[in-house]
């Protein structure tokens, strides 16, 4: 069946240096491609999200970036800081499906002082 | 402004027992979701509804119920629970369909220990 795989499940880093998390999805007819950070004790919440028809979107520090054809996606955090330090959800979906939003396993980031 | 409430955030269960995890939302969503989420996993969806009084399925169904009498209200019962069912669950809500790019705005949690 459909899945999304997330890598690194643990990420550490440098305040002030960059985070990448890398997703792979196998349902080649998903479009749309979510991700949320979760902090401890909250619901994830959505923080930036892209769809099949661009390749990249940018929103201040945070950016994604997807290959259509490699079927893989990645978030960028630049310029870390320590309240970046959460639990970070990749995802993927039909345009059309309501219910088939595939979710990623997960990359807890820390960030150094 | 209180978003998608959950009710409770603790419980403890033993093996057998039932018990309803309580869901409302003030944003009028039509969209309504239960997730899962396991130790070291992503969120497994195991029921939603696309309105009141019209629900679905989802990946891991088996073991819950749920009823959408309002558009405010989406309760997920648990019948017999099972030690598999030892999890963290999250009400989500959305405006349109997640996959169509509505965000869900998710609840806080509902951590659910069963013995």
Redesign the interface.
């Known amino acids: 069946g459909e899945n999304?795989e997330?890598h690194p499940?643990t990420l550490s880093v440098q305040e002030g240096d960059s985070a990448v998390i890398k997703c792979t999805y196998s349902d080649s007819a998903s479009n749309?491609f979510?991700w949320y950070k979760q902090e401890l004790?909250?619901?994830?919440?959505?923080i930036i999200?892209i769809?099949s028809n661009v390749g990249e979107k940018k929103d201040q520090r945070i950016a994604v970036t997807l290959n259509k054809t490699a079927k893989h996606f990645s978030l960028h955090i630049t310029e870390t800081q320590p309240e970046d330090s959460a639990v970070y959800?990749c995802?993927a979906?039909?345009?059309?499906?309501?219910?088939?939003?595939?979710?990623?396993?997960?990359t807890r980031l820390s960030i150094r002082p | 402004n209180a978003g998608?409430t959950q009710t409770p955030k603790f419980r403890i269960l033993k093996i057998g027992q039932s018990m309803t995890l309580q869901c409302t939302q003030d944003m009028n969503h039509n969209?309504m979701y239960w997730y899962r989420q396991d130790p070291?996993?992503?969120?497994?969806?195991i029921y939603?509804s696309?309105g009141a009084g019209i629900t679905?399925k989802?990946e891991v169904p088996n073991g819950y119920n749920v009823s959408r009498s309002t558009t405010e209200d989406f309760p997920l019962r648990l019948e017999l629970a099972a030690p598999s069912q030892t999890s963290v669950y999250?009400c989500?809500s959305s405006p349109i369909?997640?996959?169509?790019?509505g965000?869900?705005f998710?609840?806080?949690?509902t951590r659910l220990t069963v013995v």
């Not at chain 1, 979906?93 to 997960?106: D, E, L, M, N, W």
């Not at chain 2, 369909?97 to 790019?101: D, L, M, Q, S, V």
């Not at chain 2, 998710?106 to 949690?109: A, H, I, K, P």
């Open positions: 999304v997330q499940s749309y979510p004790g909250k619901g994830p919440q959505l999200d769809r959800f995802a979906s039909r345009y059309s499906s309501a219910s088939k939003i595939i979710f990623g396993s997960g | 998608v969209y070291g996993m992503g969120l497994k969806l939603y696309v679905d989802g999250f989500a369909r997640t996959g169509t790019g965000e869900a998710f609840g806080q949690g």
